[in-house]
């Protein structure tokens, strides 16, 4: 390695071209959103200690745009992600999506969930909001204002978003889609949702399904309780039939009323909380 060159200079990876491979084929009733009028496409965003690969998009026209952190599922920054940045910049937004996994290994490559798992178990919740730092920075010199900024996340980023609105002091309004809400404490994942939620410093709509398998609907009870004790103005909104990844159209999973009820619901919530 040139030893003239800083470690935050070295590339992490590129992100995944199409769909992860863990999730072929895809659904029918995949939504693909094209890049007309929007500036997209994979940049790299400087990190404290590599740089990251991730996917923006934005209007092509104007500047200041408020800002909307993308945070991707357990899959990876693939096809899915990409498009949420995609839709997001045809509302206005400047969305990002870092590739948090890029150090750990690309997951996009990997088979199945049981491969990918192990991967993702590596990434430290520390590193994650110091990226998640790294990238609003990068979004404000890339024409973001970051006096509007927001995040969203999916599946694994829904679980980061409740993690950085209680992190961040930048963030104005987080959108948590199906994130995990308990967990047993580790040195990498030394805490859940619920034990930050009496100390969100921006309010979270929290969007979850009642036939979740993965998260009890008594575990996203817990959280309405443990967010009721804040001062922060989250809500959780359960739709009762909807399973895991209700929102993931490429996905068996998708529940087209839940994830459109769910996306306008988002929108509101940015525009309520100066995201917008």
Not at 79 to 94: F, K, M, N, S
Not at 228 to 237: A, D, F, L, Q, T
Request: with cysteine.
């Amino acid at each position: 390695m040139n030893r003239g060159l800083k470690r935050r200079d070295i590339m992490m990876g590129t992100l995944a071209v199409g769909f992860a491979i863990a999730v072929r084929p895809v659904s029918s009733q995949t939504i693909s959103t094209n890049s007309q009028g929007l500036m997209a496409g994979e940049t790299s965003i400087p990190t404290a200690d590599v740089e990251i690969p991730g996917y923006w998009a934005k209007p092509a026209i104007g500047h200041h745009f408020p800002v909307v952190l993308v945070v991707q599922e357990i899959f990876g920054v693939h096809e899915h992600i990409q498009d949420v940045c995609r839709r997001l910049a045809q509302l206005g937004y400047l969305a990002i999506a870092p590739e948090l996994f890029s150090r750990q290994g690309d997951v996009s490559q990997l088979t199945s969930i049981d491969e990918i798992r192990p991967i993702v178990a590596q990434v430290p919740d520390a590193q994650v909001m110091s990226d998640l730092d790294a990238t609003l920075a990068w979004a404000g010199r890339s024409g973001g204002d970051l006096d509007r900024a927001g995040i969203t996340g999916f599946c694994w980023g829904g679980r980061i978003v409740w993690l950085y609105a209680a992190h961040s002091p930048q963030i104005r309004a987080g959108v948590a889609w199906y994130g995990r809400l308990v967990g047993t404490p580790n040195p990498l994942q030394p805490q859940a949702p619920v034990d930050v939620a009496a100390s969100l410093q921006a309010p979270v709509l929290g969007l979850y399904g009642g036939a979740d398998e993965g998260i009890p609907v008594s575990t996203v009870e817990q959280m309405r309780q443990a967010i009721s004790r804040g001062n922060s103005n989250s809500e959780i909104i359960i739709y009762p039939d909807a399973p895991h990844g209700f929102h993931a159209d490429y996905r068996p999973t998708y529940r087209q009323a839940a994830a459109e009820d769910g996306w306008q619901r988002l929108q509101a919530w940015f525009k309520q909380h100066g995201v917008v």
